[in-house]
């Protein structure tokens, strides 16, 4: 769909819509809880009568749920669901999935609008099922104003006025694809010459010494990475090859492990905070001081659920949670699984924030640590590899399994539309170029009959990347 396509970009300001929605943000904290529930509710009518007339697919799934019923009363829905439907799912016909499907192909594309208003992006997410989702400009002036909330909950005034004098973001994530955190970085660098020059994303995927260099010449203020990225950056710091002072470091698309976040902090001399963030809805919650994370709950639902659908009552992990995301229209988002398990605070957070407080455990993968042809090892994070899932066209379902110090294992579960041999020798091809550029040209691929294996134990979620021994994602993060 060549006329869904924007090269220029196309991202306005929006900062009528960011005014308004900051206006409201903080009129909810200063009304307290209780101001912030009338608003969910609020939102929550408005969000099901919309999608209920707008979308088909929602139309037929809430058939017999009387309008205006409690958001409990609503069916959940799976991320194999919604897909299955995408072009019925949207409320804006323009959106169909073969145009989203063929802008997200192109590389070029990354962080600019799609049909001139949305922003799009692709992610497996922890279920590891890759999925295209799309947001509209609203959602994004809300994002915007909820990533400025948790800044204000973070910085000190001293901290603000250090961060003017070195205004600049790194971003240590996956590229190359339409990815939720260098996507949006991407479509905020285009918004303006100074955020142009402020924000800049630094590739997981290429060689070790060039993200070493390239951050230690950026100097930022600001240090977001991935727990396991961060481990390694931290590794690089104490060995005398990074030079950071970062004023704070955020992590996210992970479960952070304490140990993780303590070493970074003394390491870097900075507090580590984590965003708790998904493809579906940016930002969903921001970690404050005491290790809890805020539910934006204003604008963002979270429900944990054991596996029979039932609400797990505060103080205990959940089986999964739903999502709804009262900000987005074009791709409603309502009760959705998102796969992670949540423990949600029973009584007020002790840092004195009104928001709800949760704990997650979210995806779970290993590093990898692969023998190089000159017997090396490399240690390969996560999301180096699952990207390359996300962005081959067909995979419905990717893991891969270290079996040897230099095999590995590659299970596959291709859409029924697809040609399997086709799909497997795009996604071999991407693998086998992201290892050549490790030094690991020697790391042999072989493709397994059997399919992506769920969860293994009882309570565990899936993992896409699974190691060699089973001796957990930071055993060895420091090692070279
Ligand atoms: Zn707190």
New binding site residues.
Partial sequence: MAGGRDRSGGWGRVPRDELRAGLGLWRAEVAGADGITRRRHARVAALTTDAAAHSRFYADHWRGVPAGAPLAEYPPVTKLELMARFDDWVTDPRVRRAGVESFVADPDLIGSSYVGRYFVCTSSGTTGRRALFVHDRGAIAVYRVLNLRAEFHWFTARQWFDLLRRPRLAAVVATGGHFAGAGWIESERRRDPFRAKAYRTFSIQGPRAELVAGLNAFNPGLLMAYPTALGLLAAEQAAGRLHLRPLLAVTGGESATAGTSDRAATVFGCPVRDLYGASECDPLAFG?R?G?L?VHADWVVLEPVDADGSPTPAGEPSHTVLLTNLANRVQPIVRYDLGDSVLARPDP?P?G?PLP?IRVTGRHDDVLHLRAADGTIVDVLPLALVPLFDRTRGVRLGQVVQTGPATLRVRLDVDSTADAETVWRGLVGRLAGYLHTVGLDNVELFRAPEPPEGRERPGAKFRQVIGLADDGPFAHAGRD
């Fill in positions: 404050c005491e809890w805020h957070c840092c924030c407080a």
